[in-house]
Every structure is written in structure tokens, then in C-alpha cells.
């Protein structure tokens, strides 16, 4: 069973920064795609960015240019570098990780922009 420890989430004024990472373990296969995506409140789940193992991205068109993601593959860890944020990015921020044998959900990292 993958376990996964999301970390990063906070409180942030509009124009400001956040780190998000997620960590993997327990893995007995290789991780393939990684992800992040999120869930504002009355919203359904969305992807903000997936890397493949190679380092291959896709970044949705709402974060383009403000947000980054990136991976260590020897950590098994995804990160995902937001700046310029913008209250329409508060939600609920989910990692994926993908195997051979499915996917798995990070618990999730509330991420809020206000002023």
C-alpha cells in the first residue's frame, strides 16, 4: 500500500507563494505519473499539473505560467511551486501518485489566498 504525506498548504495573501510537496512510500512498484490536482468548495476536482517520470508536464491553462511542478524521483516526491496566487486558487490541493497497480490520493492540503 502507497502511503502518501502531503505537506505545504497554508494561508497566503493574494500575489504571494506557497510550496506544496508530496512524499511517497511504501511503494512496491515504480511510480509512473505524478500529480496534482484540486477541489474548491461546491466544485468538482480538478488537475492543476501532472509530470510524467521523465520530466514530461502538463500544466492546466488556469495556472500556466504561475505555477511549476517538479519531482525527485530517488524521494518518490512531487512538488509543486505556486506564485502569483489568486483567491480563485483556494481549494483543497490532492496529489496522485500512479503505478502499474492504480492510483493513489494524497488527504489533501487546504491552500487559502485572501487578503
Known amino acids: 500500500q502507497v502511503q502518501l504525506v502531503e505537506s505545504g498548504g497554508g494561508l497566503v495573501q493574494p500575489g504571494g507563494s506557497l510550496r506544496l510537496s508530496c512524499a511517497a512510500s511504501?511503494?512496491?512498484?515504480?511510480?509512473?505519473?505524478m500529480g496534482w490536482y484540486r477541489q474548491a468548495p461546491g466544485k468538482q476536482r480538478e488537475l492543476v499539473a501532472r509530470?510524467?517520470?521523465?520530466?514530461?508536464?502538463n500544466i492546466a491553462d488556469s495556472v500556466k505560467g504561475r505555477f511549476t511542478i517538479s519531482r525527485d524521483n530517488a524521494k518518490n516526491t512531487v512538488y509543486l511551486q505556486m506564485n502569483s496566487l489568486k483567491p480563485e486558487d483556494t481549494a483543497v490541493y490532492y496529489c496522485?501518485?500512479?503505478?502499474?497497480?492504480?492510483?493513489?490520493w494524497g488527504q489533501g492540503t487546504q491552500v487559502t489566498v485572501s487578503s
Open positions: 509530470i510524467t517520470r521523465g520530466g514530461s508536464t
Open positions: 511504501g511503494n512496491r512498484f515504480s511510480i509512473n505519473d
Open positions: 496522485l501518485v500512479e503505478t502499474i497497480r492504480g492510483g493513489y
